[in-house]
Every structure is written in C-alpha cells, then in structure tokens.
Antibody, heavy 121, light 110 residues
Framework: QVQLVESGGGVVQPGGSLRLSCAASGFTFDIYAIHWVRQAPGKGLEWVAFIRYDGSKQYYADSVKGRFTISRDNSKNTLYLQMNSLRAEDTAVYYCAKDYHYYASGNYNYWGQGTLVTVSS | QSVLTQPPSVSAAPGQKVTISCSGSSSNIGNNYVSWYQQLPGTAPKLLIYENDKRPSGIPDRFSGSKSGTSATLGITGLQTGDEADYYC???????????FGGGTKLTVL
C-alpha cells in the first residue's frame, strides 16, 4: 500500500534551519509530482511547494519563496524540504502529499501523517 | 484570506443531506480539477473527491462532487455522526502557479 512518512520536524529558533524528509513506498515514485502542504495549529491547509516528477520544475508559495527549497531523490524514493530563515509563522504540521498526476493538478490522493515544526525561542 | 471561499460551518441532522460550496475564479476552479478532503480531528486530510466528481476506491457513494464554472460543491447524503469533520476544497491556480485551498468547512451532525 502507498505510504508517505515524514520526518525531521522539531523545535528550532527563529532564523534557524531544518530539513524535512518524506520517504515514499508502495507506488512508482518517479512518475508522480509531490507537494508539501502545511497546517498551522488550529488553522486550515496551506500549500507550500511542488516538485515535478523528474525534479525539473518547482513552485513555491509566496510566504516561503526564497527561504524554502523542495527537492527529491528518485533513487531513494524520498522528498525533501530545506527550510531556512525560519519564522514563528512557519510553525505548523508539514505534510507531504502525492499528486494524482506527474504535473501539478492540485489533486492529492495520498498524504503522510505529518511532522510538526515549531519555531520558537 | 483563502483563494477559494467555503462557508465556515454547516450542520444537519443524522440521515439528512448537506452541501458545501467552494467558490473560486477562472484561474483556479474555472480551468482546473477540483478535489475535496475530509480531515478528522488530529489526523491527516483524506481525499474524498478528485477531478471534480470522481471518488477514490473505498469512498462511499454518499459523497459526491460537482463543478460548474468557477464553483464546486461537495454533497454528503445519509449523514452519520462519523462524518463530523473539517472539509476542504483544493485545486491548482494557473495564474499563481500555486496550489490553493478553501478555508475549510466544519460539519456538525446534530
């Protein structure tokens, strides 16, 4: 069965960095687009970043552009999110979500369990 | 402020039907597929409807989706107490080159 398992969350000080990972299994990883979506405590879903199936294209939310970098290693079936210059408003549960297609359709058919990132001094 | 607009809350009695609306624009709903997600407390979102009106395997036919122009609707019939959750619509916005979600709708089954 399809599994997406995030890791790497934790507590970090403002201005700090963190790298999240998402290990995928149960499907052909290198033919699907993948996204990061976050949810601040008590708030709704916020799309963060997208990467095409082959890593050739990435898009970012304005709120993270220039600070976050999405990447993937298809040989390891793993997605990453490098987060730099973290701010208090980045505090959220971060989910990786598999797109239904190889391109960005905005239809996410599988989600990980999420990893909590807390930015606080 | 979310790009897609949903009502904050809806409610209905067990066994009844409820609809949740999602309003957008030509750059998102108008020209892209819409999906719907159910999020139970403390859990990850779960796909209910994809590509406007398709149900993944395992999703009961009590759940339905439709799209017209720049709006989409999720329908739930035969409401059960277990349907109490937050529901989100989502799609891609071609002008923003970004994923977009509605603000979420809390369903209460009275």
């Amino acid at each position: 069965q399809v599994q997406l398992v995030e890791s790497g969350g934790g507590v970090v000080q403002p201005g700090g960095s963190l790298r999240l990972s998402c290990a995928a299994s149960g499907f052909t990883f290198d033919i699907y687009a993948i996204h990061w979506v976050r949810q601040a405590p008590g708030k709704g879903l916020e799309w963060v970043a997208f990467i095409r199936y082959d890593g050739s294209k990435q898009y970012y939310a304005d709120s993270v552009k220039g600070r976050f970098t999405i990447s993937r290693d298809n040989s390891k079936n793993t997605l990453y999110l490098q987060m730099n210059s973290l701010r208090a408003e980045d505090t959220a549960v971060y989910y990786c979500a598999k797109d239904y297609h190889y391109y960005a359709s905005g239809n996410y058919n599988y989600w990980g369990q999420g990893t909590l990132v807390t930015v606080s001094s | 402020q979310s790009v897609l607009t949903q009502p904050p809350s809806v409610s209905a009695a067990p066994g009844q039907k409820v609809t949740i609306s999602c309003s957008g624009s030509s750059s998102n709903i108008g020209n892209n597929y819409v999906s719907w997600y159910q999020q139970l407390p403390g859990t990850a979102p779960k796909l209910l409807i994809y590509e406007n009106d398709k149900r993944p395997s395992g999703i009961p036919d009590r759940f339905s989706g439709s799209k017209s122009g720049t709006s989409a609707t999720l329908g739930i019939t035969g409401l059960q107490t277990g349907d109490e959750a937050d529901y989100y619509c989502g799609t891609w916005d071609s002008s923003l080159s970004a994923g977009v979600f509605g603000g979420g709708t809390k369903l209460t089954v009275l």
